[in-house]
Nanobody, 124 residues
Framework: QVQLVESGGGLVQAGDSLRLSCAAS????????MGWFRQAPGKGREFVAA????????SYADSVKGRFTISRDNAKNTVYLQMNSLKPEDTAVYYC?????????????????WGQGTQVTVSS
């Protein structure tokens, strides 16, 4: 069992940056691949970024490549999402997720635990 708590969201202007954090509790955090998803108003939850258990492999949705960076610090049981050059279309609730199975996934079904989300609003 693992619990995830996101933080760092807020209201920013287009072009600004935010860093989201996902604090995990429970054992074996370092064995979990982690992902970030987001859900905009009226839309489904979509994949944003993922990172392997070791941090050596990362992946990103095309819409955020070059702007967002996912990282993790296993010693702190924390995963980060650095978001630069934010756009109004990035406005969404951002969710952290943990995958306890082998490998990395880009879909919601591939993750076993979810945080409650943190709101990111980007104004123009």
């Amino acid at each position: 069992q693992v619990q995830l708590v996101e933080s760092g969201g807020g209201l920013v202007q287009a072009g600004d940056s935010l860093r989201l954090s996902c604090a995990a509790s429970g054992r074996s955090f370092s064995n979990y691949a982690m992902g970030w998803f987001r859900q905009a108003p009226g839309k489904g939850r979509e994949f944003v970024a993922a990172i392997s258990w070791s941090g050596g492999i990362t992946s990103y949705a095309d819409s955020v490549k070059g702007r967002f960076t996912i990282s993790r610090d296993n010693a702190k049981n924390t995963v980060y999402l650095q978001m630069n050059s934010l756009k109004p279309e990035d406005t969404a609730v951002y969710y952290c997720a943990a995958r306890t199975r082998v490998g990395t996934s880009y879909s919601m079904a591939g993750y076993d635990y979810w945080g409650q989300g943190t709101q990111v609003t980007v104004s123009s």
